[in-house]
């Protein structure tokens, strides 16, 4: 048994006090807010349904919203999305964002054809996909508003180290619970708290198009780099493609910086 799988060990063997840890975290979050309960997006992937769970097990109240955009969500991850909201017994509506999302793509397409034309020189395909994350983060901030609910956060360490998340999208929220927990470890609480087994074993997918894959879009393997952060042990060519990830990536996890002159 090698240090990760070591470390993995220990925490499984300790897991219920962690999760004790996180959800006393979370209440003290949660009251800090004076709001009535929290909205959380819903695609039927790990970090969701294991944020749902946390919610139950805490009696903090929670909306949970699916947000489809065309075939992003495939046939099986809405089952998916319904499976949890029944294996936890909670209350889930269905938005879907594909219009909202084609006006605004349509809008800025225009624009960029139009007025842009020699200035894009972006990744325009990603810009699009990010609509996504942005529209469906927007919609649950207004709904949260007209409930006086406020957003929970899904993002785990890994995907928030490679810097995999929209930074005015997903990465918004009111408290994260698993924002300093890595996949590995969030695995390993789904499978403690309840989280139906096909979510937990399932390939990880944002979500930004149709059979998009986490590791595929990452390029590194989620062991590679939970191994990495967890160890600091991994080959060395993969090792500096972390760090050039987290190098690249610093600006998604830093507040807004502000000037101040010097007094």
Known sequence: MDA???????FEDHVEEHIQTIITWMKVEFKKTHADGVILGMSGGLDCSVVA????????????????????MQYGQMNDAKLLAETFDLQMIEVPVQECCGVLETTCTQIKN????????????????????????????????????????????????????TKRGDGLSDFNPLGELTKSEVRIIAKHIGVPARIIEKAPSADLWEGQ???????????????????GVVEDAIKDKIEHKIMVSEHKRKPIPMFQENN
């Open 213 to 231: 894959s986490d590791e595929e879009e990452m390029g590194i393997k989620i062991e590679e780099i939970d191994r990495y952060l967890l160890t």
């Open 114 to 165: 139009t007025q842009l034309q020699n200035k894009c020189k972006g990744d325009v395909t990603m810009a699009n996909a990010n609509l996504g994350p942005i529209v469906r983060m927007s919609i649950l901030s207004t709904l949260g508003q007209y409930m006086n609910y406020v957003m929970i956060g899904t993002g785990n360490l890994t995907e928030r180290m490679m810097g995999y998340f």
């Open 53 to 72: 769970g946390l919610c139950k097990r805490s009696g903090i109240p929670v909306q949970l919203v699916t947000m489809p955009r065309g075939n992003s």
């Open 4 to 10: 990760y799988e070591t470390y993995l060990k220990t």
